[in-house]
Structures are given as structure tokens and as C-alpha cells.
């Protein structure tokens, strides 16, 4: 802490924005592969919908598992974020977030479900 | 257009037409001429004196953390008054318009609002009341006050802190502008789903609710990523994590929850824009939409932020208690625990806002039991300020008063919660003025809280105090209309009185309504003693000026450096050698003591890229309410060129030399010890007398010791 103290009031060594580790894994060929993969993924989630290529749940869990690919291509390719050591703070971030995730997720799809059984006529695909 | 709209739209101006200025409002056209009359006399004086240049050297541009603050507190005090008069004229519309005796004026059947207007104006009290006083008070104090207290010399990012607040300003003037160019939403601060839909609410109104809420959320976002990276990076040596002033822990669990919980509004709120826009469907009563999933997502970010604004108000009344108690804070360990839970809790209790909706006894059998655990934190809290008051030498000073009625107000607002908690009794007061007797309990603590920090804090930024009696003299008037306004709302709500009336059918409430009235008066007078406040103490600056430590009892780091505070902050980076540093150097003997030995310093330079961008963020929001589409896409391209061009440039900053901090140093010590003669020898060789071993590390030629400080973490209890 009193390191980071010296380095502002010193060598402002870390101040170049080119140094920094996310700029330095940055490269074209990664950007290109993020914006492939997601929108590869994004156009097959797009299509197997609106073609209604499978019956309801099995759609729900086919473009759930699309997203969530294309969820961690994006951190990795274009926000550049591992859990090495250098992240640190993004990976404190993380597993600060995923129990916020759940709860708000996992809360949120409990009450909805409770009322769902109380004030709704049964759609299909619910059980 | 992806949506059907009423009313004309052009490629021009969008559905920008003279037909939407409100020239006709009997009440709107006299307020616009006075504001314009007022803004050209404020222009004018501003000219006549040759202030400008002062304005935008020292103010408009610049980054220094404390004078952002100081402009956050005066945006915050400004749309407070602003509220303050929204809440004015619902109470007089409620007083007025009860029975169908009761005559009408303006165009209203009864009482002087149509329920359009009334509409209008209880939403932008409680969006104006929440998102535009108390967040930049508490946001403006966090700025000001934290970096002092961990002994560094700004933010950790000076010019995203001046874009937060340019941001948030911007904000503030979209709803501002809402009330001359078109008119604002009448759905409730929160909004309802499905009324905030296009069908239903054609105009502009929810247009300029969503937009502002927007760059409000963007704004504190930014100041909570700040704040944040401030507190962990910036503290001075020797302020570990257990020696941090409360008031700090208080600010870092609050911008947690800001952090974490602000994108839950923005992607609430942009998913209404969707529907609003684009035509889709994700809160409208069919094609697969759901209303209550509006309601669902804004408390997830609702119920955390009103945390986000009780908490530093917290940390304030802990600073203030013991300053005046002349005792260290009681359980210091326990209240930044309670801090924590609290911040924790807040994610689990969001459907506490709408128990009613109908998930069954599992659901709110859950929620109740979470919300009642906020209870245990809280009470951990009042006992620890009771304890922390206990025995102690009290002094009732005005800002001591605040902070006695900010807990008196807490205690009322807590067990209202706690009933409010159970599903049973919130199934019946649900929706009446219980509720909002409730949360205005909670809100006041915060109004209180920032009140008492105004006069505390008020001499260390501008090294004067504030004038006892008239601040005593606002609290007595201004707590004489809470208890007028509120009991009498508290009653209300148990005989059943819904919110938001606009007439009141029932001719029995009206002795109550008329109470609450006269509260409304003692409230305005409060305001009155509050401008008196202001200028009797400007007015006799030069009686009240105080030195660096302005109470005499003060206790934490930022009573150390000069009153008002230079703009570095601190000449010499302190060394921290306990929780409460002032407290420990002056019980050593060497509060006084001052450097041996300057360094040369580097400065942020200060920037208009971050008014710039606020300004344009004002424009992308008016271009959006009023769909001008050529004006939005003109300035965002503005906003990303500027956002690119400023980061190619960077900022290298400028030192401060050694020879003009020692200078500007001298200055300031020969101004203190005109005041208080309590000021040490500036600079002079050989170790001062001291009476025991000191730790001041950053005055080499004091004797360097490893004994541990007097009052280090542990020996508080």
C-alpha cells in the first residue's frame, strides 16, 4: 500500500496507458476471434429461436449455454481478463459477483415461480 | 419510427414544438420568467465583478477533489430547496383539496393541481429528493472528506471525479429542463409498470424520468469506482485497514453497493427504452412481457441504494458523536462489521417493496425474516453512539443536535421498518402514507446527518465556522416541522390514507392534512434560517476563523492539516501512527509539530474535457427525450472523439516545488497562529520539546520509536 503511495508521488512509471497488462494482451488476432465467436454464437442462438428448432426448455438451455460461452470469450478476448496475477482485482471482482449473481438470479426466478403457480394459467413449457 | 407516436415529429427538431413549452401554466410561466431573470442577474454580477475567468480557472476546470465536492454539496442543496418546494405544493394541493366542498383553481376541478400536474410533481420530489440531494450530499461529503482523512492528495482519478460530477450535473439540468420544455412523468419516482409505456404515457415526461436517471446513475458510478479505488490505494503510511476513520469504512461498504447495484437500474431502465423506442415488449401486459419484472429489477438496485445513502450518513453522525463526547468512538470494530452486514443484507431484501404482488407465504416469509435482520446491524449502530455518549463530556453543539435528531429520527424510522417488515401489517398499510411516513423517517436521518456534517466539516474547507445560533436556531425549526408533517402522516396512514391523492374524499383527515401544512411553514422558516445561517457566518468569517483543528476535540487525520485545507491537501504525507491520529498528536504533545523538510509534489493539472462531456452527456439526453435523432448521434460521436483525444494526451501534471510548497506552507501556519496561536514552529532545526516518544515520521529529526501508540487498535474499549 505505501508502495503504490510512493510510486504516485514518484516515478509515475505506471502511468504510461501502453504499459498497462490488458493493453499488452491486446493484440488484433484476439479482438477478430471475440467478435467471431460471439457473433457466431449469437446468430445460431438467433436461428435455432425464431426457427423453433427444439421444444421450449430444450431452447431455453441451448442458448443459455451459447451465452454463456460467448460471455467469457468476450472477457477474455476483448476485456483481456484472466485470473492471473495481474488481474487480481478483476478476479476479487468476480468472486464478489457471482454469489450477488445468484442470489439476485436465483431470488428473482424463486418469487417469479411462486407467483407464476398463484396467478397464472398454465403456459406451455411450465411445469 | 420504430413506435407509434401522437403529436408531430420532424427530422429537425423531433417532437420539439411551441405547443410543448408550457406558456399557459399559470404557475410554470411566472416560475420560467423568474429564473430567467434570476440566471441573467447571477450572469450579470458575475460580469460586473470580472469573475469569469476566476469561475473557470478555479471552479469549472477544475479536479481538485475538494472543490468538486463542494460543487456536488451545492447541486445537492440546490435540487433539496427544489424538492423541498415539489414537497411544499403536495402538501398545500392535500390541504386544499379535500372534500367535494372544496374549491379549485387553474384548471382543477379541486385545489390548484390537475392530477396531471400532481402527478408530475410527486414524481420529481421523491426522484429529485433521492437521486439529486441526497446522493451528491453524501456523494460531495465522500469526495471532500475522504481523501483527507487517509492523508492523500486527491482522488485516485481527479478527472473522472470532475466527469462524475459534470455528469451528474447534467442530470440535474435535464430535469430542470423538463419543467419549461415539455413536462415530466407522473408514474411515480420508481415508475409503474405498465404505465410508463409508450400507449400509455405518450409524451415526453418518462422520456426525461428515464434519461436522468440514467446519467445519474452513470455519474455516481463513476464517483463509487473512485471512491473505491481512493480507499484502497491512496491511504498514507501507517493507515492499515484497522486504523481507518469511520466515516471511510462507511464510504467504501457504500460504494460497494453502488458499484455493484447501480447497473441493475441502468439495464432496468434501458430495457424500458427499448419498449418505449424500439417497440419491444419486456414490461407491457402481453406479448410475453411482465410488469412486475420492472418492478422486480428496480429494487434490486432500489433496496441497495437506499443503503447506499443511509450508510454514509452513518459514518458521519459516527464522526461527530465522539468529537463532541471527547471519547474515541465506541466499538469501532463492531460498527464497520455492522457496516458491512448491513451492505450485505441490503442484496437479500429487495421484494420487501412489493410484498403485495402475490408470491405466497414462502417468498414473503423469506424476505420478511431478511429485511428484520437489517435490525441487528442497525441496533449495533445505536447502541455503539449511546455507549460511545455514555460518560462522555458532552457538548451540544448545533452539528452534536443534528446528529442527536438524525438518531432520534433513526429509531423512528427503524421500528416503523420493522413493522413494515411484517407481511401481515404490510399488507394493510401497504401503499398508504404510512409507508411514506416511513421512508421520510429514514430519509430525514440522512438530511439530519448531512445538516450536522455541513457545520462540521464547514470550517476545515473553508476555515470559518458557521454561526452557532442560527444553525441552532434552523435545527429547533426545521425538527419542529418533521414532528408537524410526520406524526400527523403517521396517523393518516393507520385511518387508511392512500399516497399520492391528488383530492382526499375524506373531510375527517383534513385537521391532520391542516397540521401537516403548518409543519410545511415552520419547514420554510427553517429554510429562511438556514440562508440566515449562511450569511451571518460569511459575514463574520473573519470573528469565526479557526485553525487546523476547528473543535478542539476533533480526532481523525483530517484535522491535522491546515483549515481551509491547502490544495494539496497535506505539505508532507503524514505518517499514521493511530485510529485517531489527531487525537493521539495532540494527547502526545506534538498535534502542532510541523515538517522539517519539504518535497517537491506533483499535481493534476486541471481540464475542461470533463465539462465538455457533461454538457454534451445534457444534449444526448435532450436528443433522446425529444427524439432528435441527428442531435444524439452528433453528440455521442462528440463524446467518444473528446474520451479519445483526452486519452491520447493524458495528463503529466506539474510539480509543485519544494521552495513553493514552504512558501505557501508559511503562509498558511502565520495565518493559523493569528487565529489560535496553536500552530507550531514552522521548519527550524532540532527536535521540538516532546513529551513522550512521537511516531510523527515524516518530521525526520523526531526520535523514530517502536512503541506502540497509546491508543492503537484494541484500546478503545
Known sequence: ????????????????????????????????????????????????????????????????VCAGISIIAQIYFLLHIDISEHNIWNTVSLVAFIPLFVLTIGL???????????????????? | MLVDLPGGWNPLLGRLAWSQIPYDNPILAPLFVAVVLGGIAIVALITYYGKWGYLWKEWLTTVDHKK????????????LFRGFVDGMMIRTQQAWAVGPDSSGVFGALHGYLTPFHYGQVYTAHGLIMILLAATPLLVGFMNIIVPIQIGARDMAYPYLNALGLWITAAGAALIMASLFIGNFAHNGWFGYAPIFEIQYSPGVGVDYWMWTLQLLALGTTLGGINLLVTIIKMRAPGMTWFRLPIFVWASLSANIIA?????????????????????????????????????????????????FVILPAFGMMSEIFPVFSEKPLFGYITMVLASFAIAGVSWLVWLHHFFTMGAGPDVNSFFSVATMLVGIPTGVKVFNWAFTMYRGRLTFTAAMLWALGALFLLLIGGLTGMMLAIPAINYMVHNSVFVIAH???????????????????????????????????MFWLFTGGTVLVFVPMYMLGFMGMTRRLDYVFNTNWHPYLLVME??????????FAFFVLLY??????????VGADAWGTSRSLEWLTHSPVPFYNFAVTPHVNARDEAAWRRANGIAAVQPAKYVDIHMPNNTPVALYIGALTFVLGFALTWRIWWLCLASLVAIIVLMIVRSYRGDPGYIVTAAELERMEREAIARERQVDGSAGEPVVGGAPAVGRPAMAYERSDLPKTSTPPSMGPGAHH
Open chain 1, 1 to 64: 500500500m505505501s508502495q503504490a503511495h510512493h510510486g504516485h508521488q514518484g516515478g509515475h512509471g505506471h502511468a504510461d496507458p501502453i504499459l498497462h497488462p490488458e493493453v499488452q494482451m491486446s493484440s488484433g488476432r484476439g479482438y477478430f476471434s471475440g467478435f467471431l465467436i460471439s457473433t457466431l454464437l449469437m446468430l445460431i442462438a438467433t436461428f435455432l429461436v425464431s426457427s423453433h428448432a427444439a421444444p421450449p426448455f430444450g431452447l431455453l438451455l441451448v442458448i443459455t
Open chain 2, 439 to 473: 421512508f421520510h423517517s429514514m430519509l430525514l436521518v440522512i438530511v439530519y446527518a448531512v445538516f450536522g456534517s455541513v457545520i462540521f466539516w464547514f470550517p476545515k474547507v473553508f476555515g470559518f465556522k458557521l454561526d452557532e445560533f442560527w444553525a441552532k436556531t
Open chain 2, 259 to 307: 458499484l455493484t447495484s447501480f447497473p441493475a437500474l441502468q439495464v432496468a431502465l434501458g430495457l424500458v427504452a427499448a419498449d418505449r423506442y424500439l417497440g419491444a415488449h419486456f414490461f407491457t401486459a402481453g406479448l410475453g412481457g411482465n410488469l412486475m419484472l420492472y418492478t422486480n429489477l428496480f429494487w434490486i438496485w432500489g433496496h441497495p441504494e437506499v443503503y
Open chain 1, 108 to 127: 428473482t426466478w424463486w418469487m417469479f415461480s411462486q407467483l407464476y403457480l398463484r396467478t397464472m394459467p398454465p403456459m406451455p413449457g411450465m411445469h
Open chain 2, 518 to 527: 403548518g409543519g410545511i411553514v415552520v419547514y420554510t422558516l427553517s429554510v
Open chain 2, 536 to 545: 451571518v457566518s460569511i459575514r463574520d468569517r473573519v470573528k469565526n476563523r
Open chain 2, 68 to 79: 468538486l465536492g463542494v460543487m456536488y454539496i451545492i447541486i445537492g442543496l440546490v435540487m
